[in-house]
């Protein structure tokens, strides 16, 4: 079984700073783990993702994520927050164990202030 | 290249009507699943498809029937719709294998009354 946990349904931050979005993971096989944005009124759209090529990944928007296996986790960052940030952002996960689902979290919602 | 379609993007139904909500992908794929979005729920996966000619059943299947019409369409219908089933309905198709993402449409919200 996999889950996915996504801390704070709300993330407040100002223009410029750091953003950091948290995801923990648990799966019982190595993962594949995903980062989407969704816009308001939007469908989702994919970030980034990582397929165990590399730890830390890079996706659009100067997004990153880093993959730590110790403590099953997969935040995302930027280090620069734009108001065009302003979106909800879902993590999900799965793995090779035959199903053909994605877990997601409850998603968090990234608000920027001027 | 379309992507992921979804007929129609906006629906009101009175309680006890029926409807089918219609989703298209140009993609290939061969998975393709139905979400309900909820205020504070996240995504919640209805209906799956893992291949043309199988369904399964996700987290909330109750009051909805699926048709894995051809590789390319996937329909949603609510047999006798109710309020509980107000909710942003999306459409999504996946390649073959665990690493790929899945592609989502643009959605289709629905209001019941």
């Known amino acids: 079984a996999q889950s996915v946990t996504q801390l704070g349904s709300h993330v407040s931050v100002s223009e410029g700073a750091l953003v950091l979005l948290r995801c923990n993971y648990s799966?019982?096989?190595?993962?594949?783990l995903f980062w989407y944005v969704q816009y308001p009124n939007q469908g989702l759209q994919l970030l980034l993702k990582y397929t165990s090529a590399a730890t830390l990944v890079k996706g659009i928007n100067g997004f990153e994520a880093e993959f730590k296996k110790s403590e099953t986790s997969f935040h995302l960052t930027k280090p620069s927050a734009h108001m065009s940030d302003a979106a909800e952002y879902f993590c999900?996960?799965?793995?090779?164990?035959?199903?053909?689902?994605?877990?997601f979290g409850k998603g968090t919602m990234l608000l920027v202030s001027p | 290249n379309a992507g992921v379609t979804q007929t129609p993007k906006f629906q009101v139904l009175k309680t006890g009507q029926s409807m089918t909500l219609q989703c298209a992908q140009d993609?290939?794929?061969?998975?393709m699943y139905w979400y309900r979005q909820d205020p504070g729920m996240g995504l919640r996966l209805i209906y799956y498809s893992a291949s043309e000619g199988t369904t399964d059943k996700g987290e909330v299947p109750n009051g909805y029937n699926v048709s894995r019409l051809n590789k390319r369409e996937f329909s949603l219908r609510l047999e006798s719709a109710a309020p509980s089933q107000t909710s942003v309905y999306f459409c999504?198709?996946?390649?073959?294998?665990?690493?790929?993402?899945?592609?989502f449409g643009p959605g289709t919200r629905l209001t019941v009354l």
């Open positions: 999504a198709s996946r390649g073959q294998g665990a690493y790929n993402e899945q592609f």
């Open positions: 799966s019982s096989v190595p993962p594949y």
């Open positions: 999900a996960v799965s793995d090779d164990s035959g199903y053909s689902t994605l877990t």
């Open positions: 993609m290939n794929h061969n998975s």
